[in-house]
C-alpha cells in the first residue's frame, strides 16, 4: 500500500505553516514565557525564515519546474535547520561542546577590567542548559523532529514532482 502524496502547492501550503508554528511557539515561549533564547536557538529560526520566504516566492512562480526546484531547496534549507538542531541537542545532552559563543571563556583575565569585559562578553543564556522539556525532549529536540520531518517530506513531494514532469 502505498501512501498518496499531495500537489506541490498543498507541499507548499504544510511547510509554510511547519515553519510559521515553529517560529510562532520560539517567539511565544520567548516573549510570553520569558524562555530567552541561546545562540544557537536564534540560529534554529533563520532556516525556517528562509522556508517561509521560499514557500512565499512559490505561490507567485508558475513553472512547475522552478516549483520543484523551490520545494528542493526547501527541503534543504529546513535540512540544515534540522542539522543545526541535532547539533544543539548534541550540546544540552554533554555528547560535544557548542560553539564559542555558547559559553564565556574562563580565565585569562589579568586585571579586574579584562575580567569586567569577559563577565559583560558572556551569554546571557547557555548552550547546554535545558531551558524547557515535554517528556524529556527540549524545544531543540522537538526542533530537530519537525524540521528532519519537514525535509524529509519537501524531498518526497519534489521527488514526484521531477517524475510527473
Not at 77 to 90: D, E, L, N, S, W
Request: glycine letters at 12%; proline letters at 3%; charged letters at 10%.
Amino acid at each position: 500500500m502505498t501512501m498518496a502524496v499531495p500537489g506541490r502547492r498543498t507541499a507548499f501550503l504544510l511547510l509554510l505553516a511547519g515553519s510559521v508554528i515553529a517560529l510562532g511557539g520560539a517567539f511565544i515561549g520567548q516573549y510570553g514565557f520569558d524562555l530567552h533564547p541561546c545562540v544557537l536557538c536564534i540560529y534554529q529560526r533563520w532556516p525556517h525564515g528562509v522556508v517561509i520566504a521560499l514557500c512565499l516566492l512559490a505561490f507567485v512562480v508558475k513553472a512547475p519546474g522552478v516549483r520543484t526546484g523551490l520545494l528542493a531547496l526547501t527541503g534543504l534549507a529546513i535540512a540544515v535547520g534540522a542539522g543545526i538542531a541535532a547539533f544543539h541537542v548534541g550540546v544540552e545532552q554533554g555528547w560535544w561542546e557548542g560553539t564559542s559563543s555558547c559559553a564565556a571563556a574562563i580565565g585569562g583575565a589579568t586585571s579586574l577590567k579584562e575580567l569586567e569585559a569577559q563577565i559583560m562578553a558572556a551569554p546571557l543564556v547557555r548552550c547546554d542548559e535545558v531551558a524547557w522539556s515535554l517528556f524529556g525532549i527540549s524545544m531543540a529536540g522537538y526542533n530537530f523532529l519537525l524540521s528532519a520531518a519537514m525535509a524529509l517530506f519537501a524531498w518526497t513531494v519534489a521527488a514526484k514532482g521531477r517524475s510527473a514532469t
